[in-house]
């Protein structure tokens, strides 16, 4: 009888381990129910997790202002005292004062609106506006202001525009707010004379900083005016201290032609006229002289001085004379203006002071107020150009 073959031994070790799937509906429906606990859970999760990024977020701070740094600060503060000076002036006009003070008001609203734009404005960051409280009693109406109100904000506003103009960091910004402060001496001065009454001085603080040669030295050389009192230099002091070379001896250049100007136009003036014209001629030769010692070019081929000027024709006419004299004086303002981008922070007091004498000065010539002295560039449009703004400041974040 043969024998059975042999049964292979299975080690319990070596079994498999898959299972085979309950094919019945029972275990179907156990898989099923496991497969929805599973998804419910992960969406349980995904939930928490996402209403906790709302909580973090949720205590993250709003964005804050950046704050300003030195240069914004000027450039605010010359925007905003434009713009109260814009509403004071259009609340004043609104009380119906005399046709010569609402002619004054009416270039104190135009020109400070002007020098707010020229300026960029008011800042704006782009963040939402904080909401303000609406409880409490309602604000009171403001007062209107008085005449002498406008022109004492006119003072105080040039004053801290001038110390703002030489200390500023910002040459190009200096240069801007200086015009600013000189068109706000001269509204000043214009409003006064309508309303009878002298210009006063500055309020306590309204110029910290600001230096006994800023722009408040009046011009005083004009057809009918007293000569003895422009003898003194414009100057001061030498000036161009950081200043660029070419720019000082432009300077130099306008200030030697309008001593030889005024030089002929004495000669062919009578009576108060011809002395107002001497004492001009004296204020702008000594003026040469320093800046051309400043600059270093006394003897030397880049001394710009030259022994006599083009002059026009119909210097009998005393029309054509007058017009000699304006344009003198004012290529002396755009002169000053432009040396006084150049210069050093703390050094531009002095050319802000020419700049003054010279704008005055052409005033008293005839010259018609503009609301930007010594920039032509922003004559047509009162508002600045791309180059008088390119260094506008911002904030530091």
């Known amino acids: 009888m043969d024998a059975a073959p ?5 080690r319990p070790w070596s079994r498999s381990t898959r299972t085979t799937p309950d094919p019945s509906p029972a275990g179907a429906a156990r898989t099923a129910a496991a497969r929805r606990a599973v998804t419910a859970s992960a969406l349980v999760v995904a939930v928490a997790l996402v209403l906790g990024a709302c909580g973090l977020r949720a205590e993250t701070p709003a964005p804050a202002e950046p704050s300003p740094d030195a240069l914004e600060q000027v450039r605010a503060r010359t925007v905003d005292d434009a713009l109260e000076l814009v509403g004071a002036a259009d609340a004043l006009a609104g009380t119906d004062p005399a046709e010569e003070v609402r002619t004054v008001l009416a270039d104190v ?6 020098h707010a734009d020229a300026l960029g404005g008011v800042y704006d960051s782009g963040l939402p506006e904080p909401t303000a409280a609406t409880t409490g009693p309602a604000p009171s109406p403001t007062a209107v202001p008085g005449p002498d109100d406008v022109l004492a904000d006119l003072v105080d506003a040039g004053a801290t525009a ?3 103009a030489d200390a500023t960091a910002d040459g190009t910004l200096g240069r801007l707010v200086g015009s600013v402060a000189v068109a706000r001496r001269t509204l000043a001065s214009r409003l006064a004379d309508a309303l009878g009454v002298p210009v006063p001085e500055p309020t306590s603080g309204a110029a910290d900083g600001a230096t006994g040669d800023g722009p408040t030295a009046a011009a005083s050389d004009g057809p009918s005016s007293d000569a003895s009192a422009s003898q003194a230099s414009p ?15 432009a300077l130099v250049l306008a ?33 040469a002289t320093d800046h051309a010692e400043a600059a270093g070019v006394v003897g030397t081929s880049r001394d710009p001085r030259r022994a006599s000027y083009a002059l026009p024709g119909g210097l009998q006419d005393a029309a054509v004379l007058t017009d000699l004299a304006r344009r003198l004086e ?5 002169a000053a203006s432009a040396a006084l981008a150049t210069t050093a922070t703390g050094a531009r007091a ?3 002071a020419e700049l003054a004498t010279a704008t005055t000065a052409a005033a008293r010539w005839g010259a018609a107020p503009v609301p930007f002295p010594g920039m032509p560039e922003l004559a047509a449009s009162g508002t600045a150009t791309d180059e008088a703004t390119d260094a506008a400041p911002g904030t530091d974040g």
């Open 109 to 114: 609203g135009t020109w400070s609106a002007a």
């Open 162 to 164: 001038a110390a703002d």
């Open 255 to 287: 200030h030697d032609e309008a001593g030889f100007g005024f030089e002929v136009l004495a000669a062919r003036l009578d009576g108060a006229d011809r002395e107002a014209a001497l004492a001009a001629a004296s204020r702008h030769r000594a003026a």
């Open 330 to 334: 004012t290529a002396v303002a755009d």
């Open 6 to 10: 042999p049964r292979p031994r299975t």
């Open 235 to 249: 100057s001061g002091s030498a000036t161009g201290t950081g200043t660029d070379p070419d720019a000082l001896v």
């Open 350 to 352: 002095p050319l802000l």
